[in-house]
């Protein structure tokens, strides 16, 4: 087991030092010169000389690419070219309504699909299984960013339950907080509930046709017993792995639903970045990203091999 | 095995092991196991309707999609203006027509991106094995560890917003999910019978991944390709709508949704339609998708059902 993790953190080290490549490489891609490129027409010749200086774009490029990376395992990714400010500063100050998103997200998708998901493939057949199944077909097929425009319309605008857009921090007021968190939580959880329904039913249904449950029923367990005892402890396993894989996704891929409410996390800042030609800041928050990214997937690989006692590795 | 006469080997499309009645017959098969599936015959129709809507909709759309009337902006649902008018008094309708021809163009073009790269890559990594293959594959775990939409930004972000290079970002991003697929059936299929004879035959690697292994790995590439369609176009709606994709006046569904959002309250239409019209050709490339892995490849668990929409 210790060498699965040892081995799995190995691989993940490699992947990020990949991403690390890819990341570094987007500047050096853009055409032009980005520190021009991203002063645009506030261009001044002592700030240009200042962010060159500090980012080094004069040497070898695979000097800069170790000094990068050095700097960024101490933390430090640079400075923004349009605002100045540490690229770190600018990412931790986002970091908070990123993850808040995804695991409010991750509980509206958990707490809609396990349970439908369940009843579905024990009920399979029934109205309720053939209802939940196209809800879920609906919600993989809809843009997160056209519900959740929709929601706005719905909620916000027509019946003024909630507020359309904007993030209210907890510590100032955590009933303002959860009325900004809702829309977009349900936007993002719906979609990434549909998803999880699909793995749970047919993790169930799966369960449901083993050997095992049918010697338990053979041996006069009540159905019920048969369910909690033989039917879901063995449907867990890969419910979740798809829980932490949406997670990874949900921290991850949020970024037009951040856009549409105004949400201050990651995503918009990576698209703003985008938008402004700020480069390093796109670098910061794709590598972060990316990282959160591939630790989760880490976390659940272990997880996985934790929870199936017969996963040997 | 039959008797393969050494001196003149069968054509090259299906010798060794495939002949051509069995051939026949299990696409038969494949076709009517697709027809019993009422969704994916509904699919079928619906990406039917839109594929004409994409070839004729100028034509047959009851305006022109560029047609300002500032007299007529903002209109609602009437029986002159079936879906309403945007704020420049352009027909909705019309425009939702036409954007089938954007989004379909854009899906089938990236998806052909990412199979055309992607495939050969799963071929040769999977035929090969070793380092190749180790190499190949890194790679494609690194691009598959960036999630799908921000990696499509930043390659955008290098390469400049844009109908084209939306096309090249996509078909990027979802090119490991077709390397590993082949890849995975390449494995699979390369120590058959069949392989091992066409080798014994003096076949070059070439002919035996072009000949032999490519038409057995075909049945997991055609299902995903179904799949990524609809993925596809999702992302593009996406991009559309971030900015980086289509860019004005073209009707891009993903453009007109962030066109309609300054003009919510007046015209909830104008973000309603085009919005549907992607729900609509999503689904019905889900529709079909699923149709197809049921009866070409019921093992297969898509890895991009995993993997979330961005």
């Given at each position: 087991m210790t060498n699965y993790v040892l081995r799995r953190f190995g691989q993940m080290m490699l992947a990020l030092l990949g991403v690390s490549v890819i990341v570094f490489a987007l500047i050096h891609l853009v055409p032009g010169d980005p520190i021009r490129v991203a002063l645009g027409?506030?261009?001044d010749p002592d700030t240009y000389a200042a962010l060159s200086e500090r980012a080094g774009?004069?040497?070898?490029i695979v000097v800069q690419y170790f000094a990068w990376l050095g700097s960024a395992l101490t933390g430090d990714l640079g400075v923004s070219?349009?605002?100045?400010?540490?690229v770190t500063t600018l990412l931790l100050e986002r970091l908070p309504a990123t993850i808040t998103l995804a695991f409010a997200a991750l509980f509206v998708a958990i707490v809609v699909s396990i349970p439908l998901g369940i009843v579905s493939a024990i009920r399979s057949g029934s109205k309720l299984d053939y209802a939940s199944t196209a809800a879920s077909q609906v919600g993989v097929s809809v843009p997160d960013f056209w519900a959740g425009i929709m929601y706005i319309l719905l909620f916000?605008?027509?019946?003024?339950?909630?507020?359309p857009s904007g993030y209210v921090s907890i510590l100032d007021s955590p009933i303002d907080w959860l009325r900004h968190l809702a829309l977009p939580a349900v936007t993002v959880g719906l979609i990434s509930g549909s998803i999880l329904f699909r793995f749970v039913r047919s993790a169930v249904l799966e369960a449901l046709h083993q050997d095992y449950t049918r010697t338990a029923r053979a041996k006069g367990l009540s159905e019920r017993e048969v369910i909690t005892r033989h039917v879901l402890p063995n449907a867990w396993i890969p419910i979740i792995t798809v829980v932490g894989l949406q997670l990874g996704f949900l921290l991850s891929g949020v970024i037009v639903v951040e856009v549409i409410f105004a949400w201050p996390g990651l995503g918009r800042l990576a698209l703003l970045s985008v938008q402004d030609r700020d480069f390093t800041v796109l670098q910061g928050a794709v590598l972060l990203i990316a990282a959160m990214f591939l630790v989760i997937n880490l976390i659940v690989d272990v997880l996985y091999a934790y929870v199936d006692p017969r996963v040997r590795y | 095995m039959a008797d393969p006469t050494p001196t003149a080997p069968p054509?090259?499309?299906?010798?060794a092991g495939e002949p051509i009645a069995e051939h026949r017959s299990r696409m038969r098969v494949t076709i009517d196991t697709v027809l019993r599936n009422r969704l994916a015959v509904i699919g079928l129709v619906v990406l039917a309707l839109l594929v004409l809507a994409a070839i004729f909709g100028p034509t047959i759309?009851?305006?022109?999609?560029?047609?300002?009337n500032i007299a007529d902006?903002?209109?609602?649902?009437?029986?002159?203006?079936w879906f309403g008018t945007d704020e420049l008094g352009r027909d909705v309708f019309s425009r939702v027509l036409v954007g089938a021809r954007v989004s379909l163009t854009v899906g089938f073009i990236a998806v052909g991106i990412a199979v055309v790269i992607g495939v050969p890559i799963g071929l040769v990594s999977g035929f090969y094995g070793g380092a190749t293959d180790s190499w190949l594959m890194r790679l494609m775990d690194i691009l598959f560890s960036l999630p799908a939409i921000l990696l499509a930004i930043a390659i955008l972000a290098v390469l400049g917003p844009g109908i084209v290079n939306a096309m090249i970002a996509i078909g990027i991003v979802y090119t490991p999910i077709f390397a590993r697929i082949t890849r995975g059936s390449v494995l699979t299929v390369k120590e058959s019978v069949f392989v091992r004879a066409a080798r014994s035959l003096g076949a070059t690697d070439t002919r035996i991944l072009r000949s032999h292994i490519l038409p057995n790995v075909v049945a997991p590439i055609i299902v995903q390709t179904s799949l990524s369609l609809a993925f596809a176009i999702l992302a593009e709606a996406a991009l559309s709508f971030l900015g980086l994709g289509v860019q004005p006046p073209e009707p891009a569904w993903g453009r007109m949704l962030s066109e309609g959002r300054g003009f919510f309250q007046q015209a909830p239409w104008m973000a309603i339609f085009p919005g549907l019209a992607i729900v609509i050709t999503v689904m019905a490339f889900n529709f079909v998708g699923d149709g197809l892995r049921d009866a070409l490849d019921p093992q297969q668990r898509s890895v991009i059902e995993s993997r979330g929409v961005g």
């Open positions: 027409t506030r261009f774009l004069d040497r070898p070219f349009r605002s100045g400010q540490p916000a605008l027509a019946l003024s339950w909630l507020p | 054509p090259a499309t299906h010798d759309a009851p305006y022109d999609i560029n047609d300002i902006r903002l209109q609602g649902l009437s029986s002159s203006h």
